[in-house]
């Protein structure tokens, strides 16, 4: 009986083989997996941040229609918002038709050491 008992022992190890193996998967999926979570990390931050951007673009937007400040030259400015700050830049351009000129917003936006930015638009009548 200790001769069975011993032989099922050794039958229920490892081999170096197999460790070694199982070592090197883990060294090939590990960063893999790493990367898909640094990816996917960026992802939600530039996603949540450029919802906070659209939000400060269309406040300022509105802010400087109605106060008529679009008709000054170009302006820009930094929001800071929960630590993070969005510099922001207006610029107002002659529309193809009319009186009319397009005033856009630009934000522009940190995510981990890359710059994204948000434009948003609305068309002025520059007679009244």
Do not use: C
Not at 73 to 84: A, F, K, L
Not at 102 to 118: L, S
Request: aromatic share 8%; net charge positive.
């Amino acid at each position: 009986m200790r001769f069975t008992l011993a032989a099922k022992r050794t039958r229920a190890a490892f081999t170096l083989a197999e460790v070694l193996a199982a070592l090197a998967f883990m060294a090939i999926v590990i960063p893999v997996a790493m990367e898909g979570l640094q990816v996917a990390n960026r992802a939600g931050q530039v996603g949540h941040r450029k919802a906070t951007a659209a939000r400060i673009a269309d406040r300022v937007l509105n802010e400087v229609i109605v106060t008529g400040q679009w008709r000054t030259s170009t302006q820009g400015g930094t929001v800071q918002e929960r630590q993070q700050n969005y510099r922001w830049s207006l610029r107002s351009e002659p529309w193809q038709q009319g009186t009319m000129r397009v005033v856009t917003v630009q934000v522009i936006y940190p995510v981990q050491g890359e710059n994204y930015d948000v434009n948003v638009s609305t068309l002025v009548d520059s007679a009244q």
